[in-house]
């Protein structure tokens, strides 16, 4: 079993399994309606310079997500092709 890391910590190219989202209730509420599910695959495509959005990848959707957002996604790490 894979370990649980933040989706903030991970590095263009790392495909992951999404675990948990923690969220207030609002922001929950929108990252679920972005597709940011328990079980669901996501890819972490590129990071911004100097602390900027991550552009992570959910199927064919591209979504472009703050660092303190992408904070309270746990991810559970896979191999490519494998979630």
């Not at 922001?27 to 590129?46: D, I, M, N």
């Not at 199927?59 to 992408?70: I, M």
Request: net charge positive.
């Amino acid at each position: 079993m894979s370990e649980l890391r933040p989706l903030s910590d991970l590095n263009p190219g790392d495909h992951g399994v999404i675990a948990a989202v923690h969220a207030p209730e609002d922001l929950g509420k929108r990252l679920t309606a972005l597709g940011f599910s328990t079980g669901r695959p996501l890819q972490l495509v590129r990071r911004a310079l100097l602390r900027g959005p991550l552009q992570v990848r959910l199927g064919t959707t591209d979504v472009a997500l703050r660092l303190a957002e992408a904070a309270g996604i746990q991810v559970r790490l896979a191999a490519p092709g494998s979630a």
